[in-house]
């Protein structure tokens, strides 16, 4: 926010670095941090991390002998399996942490993946202008029409089950939604004085596409990325759920949902109810933290 | 206007054909059809007699007109599960997914609008961050989550519903509240801050200074404008709701064209998968151009612009 900088020459020096104007409202915005948001980001991420400490048991070695054992606290629970057992008598909580891993992994690569080719077309589409921009934004409207669960399925099935897959095929259905708003930012930047004074300078078009358009657009990446893992992390989640993600056996969430209906329809409520939770408030935290970044980074994306 | 209406078209135009190259181009490039279209253990002559059979051995862009030809005539090629043209299964779904499509749509325009509206008038308020709440699950919750949980609480637990299928009204409730989810967020976020633009507007206050009652201004003025945008969504909403309702439909196996893809994966059958995701392309693009033009036709500031 303009009013947060404090005095007239860091005003200057926030105009030749707009990546220190970045940093100044981050720092600027962190005494309110989203807290509800960053402990739940915080503690999937320790999970996907050290998942293989902190899990009590092999995720993906059942034990038939203890099947659809029930949670710790519901009537003949134990400590053991603290959330219980599923169909094949594998551990809930370790699939659980395992999953986050898988979640987050898919999530993250292929929000960054589809974020910086998105910026990249973004930028080129609305800098160049012309033939190379009708081009490109018709190929964007053509695929933006294209509904993404059923493309992303019909991807996944000509491209086989694996993580990397999916990455490939989520990223390139979202980098159109970067594409799109981005190219709208540039268009008006590109009529600014400093860009227009860098082409007087004798600057090539990359060099100003690269040093002056992008860190003027990197914010609304950065906000655009939040919101779309949330996207993602569904996504990989109904893929696998629907056996076209991550392979089967595999700790995946979407796996684990699918895995749990049949034993739910007898009662085994436990191992529907965590898989699901988790997404839940993973999407959630992402979500939050994107609604406090567009705030923070970009107030005119508040009606985004 | 025309002008304006003939350049839409053109765009749209262009959509529909980079939508069907993709489709098209995407499907050669993975892999051979003609293995998609065999049996797994079939020999080179037979491949070769399904190549010839299907033309694919003629060049791409002889394959590429021959392809939009039969679309454009309704022929979408023949299921290999069913044996019967994919259109018609295809057209033989529609009906059960327009049938979930509007119920969900109902729920979450009652609830979006409602919830959305009286949020606005407290703005900052109880209700205000109530609804906020219910938004933010609304858009975080998985719908395929939200409807096993439905089935749980609702077959499982209470026996008051059916678990799956289609066929009495009883069995249409979870899945429209499942399908209905995200939606019900979506409009209701737009209510809300559609029915602040309003009410913070000229006409409003106007309203209220020549004393109407409040309830009169609500009604009568901020209400009508605040609608327009949300019904605009709404309509792009339904087509997506169409759309999008695959993994519901797997869920309660609701026989709607979700679950058509769905088993149209499972059974490797090619021309219905296809066939459904170039319907569905088809179905947005016309959605989007028909309300461009609506919207034009509305407001003549828009088509003077472009």
Redesign the interface.
Known sequence: MPGSIPASASRASTLLYPWSLTWRRVRAGARNLPVVSLTILGAALVAALFADVLAPHDPELGNLRHRHRPPAWVAGGDANPLLGTDHLGRDVLSRLLFGARISLLVGFTAAVVAGALGTAVGIISGYCGRWVDQVIMRVVDAWLALPVISFAIFLAVLLGPSEMNIVIILAGIFWTRYARVIRGEVLSLKERDYVRLAIVAGCNKWTIMRRHILPNVINTSIVLSSLIVGVVIVAEAALSFLGVGVPPRKPAWGLMLADGKEGMMAGYWWVTLFPGLAIMLVVLAANLLGDWLRVKLDPQLRQL | MTRFILKRCG?AL??????SV??FT??RL??DPATLLAAPDAKEADLDAIRVRFGLDRSWPVQYVRFVGGALQGDFGTSLYYRIPAGTLYWQRLPASLQLAAAAMTISLVVGLSVGILAAVNVGRWWDSAGKLIA??G????S??LG??L??FFA?YLHWLP?SGRGTAAHLVMPAIALSGYFTAAHMRLTR?SMLDVLGSEYVKLARLKGLPESWVLVKHAFKNALIPVVTLAGINLV?MI??A??VE??FAWPGI?RL??EG??F?DFPV??T??LL??VM??VA?LTVDVLYAWIDPRIRLKS
């Open positions: 765009l262009v959509s529909l054909f980079i939508l993709t489709i995407l499907i993975t892999g933010l699950l858009l975080s919750m998985p395929f989550w096993l949980l089935i749980y499982v678990t801050s997506l759309n999008v695959v993994v797997t869920v979700g893809l769905f994966i499972e490797r998968v296809q459904v995701v569905g392309g947005v693009i989007n």
